[in-house]
């Protein structure tokens, strides 16, 4: 049974930092492009960051260049969203995908709001 459970969400300041976590289990990691996307309220879903199957490559929305860092680790089959000087308006639910050709799973979200 496919998983992919996030984590590591939370309430924080503007200029804070927080890390999330992307468990995954049931099918084969390694082989598999990992992204992450987020959904802010009345506003489509949108992708953040995404990291070959190697680490390799990774590619970064503009909006969080810079900012933001992708990892894998594929002993531990998790993917890492490392998130830097948060601004409000990177409040959304964080959502990861596996991706292989067609084939595609998600997570259920996490929730990050960045506030004073």
């Known amino acids: 049974q496919v998983q992919l459970v996030e984590s590591g969400g939370g309430l924080v300041q503007p200029g804070g930092s927080l890390r999330l976590s992307c468990a995954a289990s049931?099918?084969?990691?390694?082989?598999?492009?990992m992204n992450w996307y987020r959904q802010a309220p009345g506003k489509e879903r949108e992708l953040v960051a995404t990291?070959?199957?190697?680490?390799?490559?990774?590619h970064y929305a503009d909006s969080v260049k810079g900012r933001f860092t992708i990892s894998r680790d594929n002993v531990k089959q998790a993917v890492y969203l490392q998130m830097m000087s948060l601004k409000p308006e990177d409040t959304a639910v964080y959502y990861c995908r596996a991706q292989f050709y067609r084939t595609s799973y998600w997570g259920q979200g996490t929730q990050v709001t960045v506030s004073s």
């Open positions: 049931g099918f084969t990691f390694k082989s598999y492009v």
């Open positions: 990291i070959g199957p190697t680490s390799g490559t990774t």
